[in-house]
């Protein structure tokens, strides 16, 4: 069970009614408490960002390229790619 130090509810009306200046609220670092009679039911506070890593290269070497030659494609495969002299030159 979490304690708390300053124990602010507001009610789901008012949570529902005036919600960006609670959410404002919970940006800036202060929890919100919201629940019914008094007692706490849920708590509003801003989420932490997730980081997300990027490894590059972590695929290197584990795939596979079949280099085939322009002979082996369809010509009019290479000519939607290459235009109409793709064969010439």
Known sequence: MYTVSMSKVVTIYDA???????????????????????????????????????????ASGKLVYKNIGSEDVDPDIQEMFYGENWNKT
Do not use: C, D, H, R
């Open 16 to 58: 529902k009614t005036n919600l960006s200046k609670y959410i404002k609220e919970a940006k800036s670092g202060s929890p919100v408490y919201i629940g019914s009679y008094g007692e706490q039911e849920v708590v509003l506070m801003a989420a932490k960002p997730k980081k997300i890593k990027i490894k590059f290269g972590t």
